[in-house]
């Protein structure tokens, strides 16, 4: 298996990602998210090894990420007067095929809208029971 560039945990930290390699993030614009899809462990409670290929596809058809940045724009109160739905460092849940992709050197991050959330989580493992 080859080694993976960066893992993300629940507890909001991103291991094997460096203070240059965060700045080399696109900073979003509008009212757009910047949001990286949780990446599930490689290891079952089981002890199976989960093939790269799996790990890719489940990260791929993700639909819970974690907010990394928020343009200047996102949740305006003249179209949020109740206030933003998220913040940055939330895991959020959103649409399979929402956003704009771009891939990255262990995955991919998305480009989201600031109204295609559809809900906030505390742990993204909590709601993953595919394996």
């Known amino acids: 298996m080859k080694e993976q560039s960066s893992i993300l945990k629940p507890n909001n930290d991103l291991v094997g990602l460096k203070k240059t390699d ?22 079952t409670k089981g002890g199976v090894i989960l093939a790269d290929e799996t790990l890719e596809r489940s990260q791929v058809a993700s639909n819970c990420g974690l907010v990394l940045d928020m343009g200047p724009h996102c949740y305006d109160k003249d179209r949020y007067p109740e206030g933003p739905w998220c913040k940055k460092g ?3 849940i959103f649409a399979r095929y929402a956003g704009s992709r771009i891939k990255i050197d262990g995955g991919e991050i998305r480009l989201l809208n600031d109204d295609e959330v559809l809900a906030t989580v505390d742990n993204p493992e909590d709601i993953f029971h595919e394996f």
Do not use: A, N
């Open 90 to 92: 939330d895991w959020i």
């Open 22 to 43: 965060s700045q080399k993030l696109p900073k979003p614009t509008g009212w757009r998210l910047l949001v990286l899809p949780f990446r599930q462990k490689e290891k």
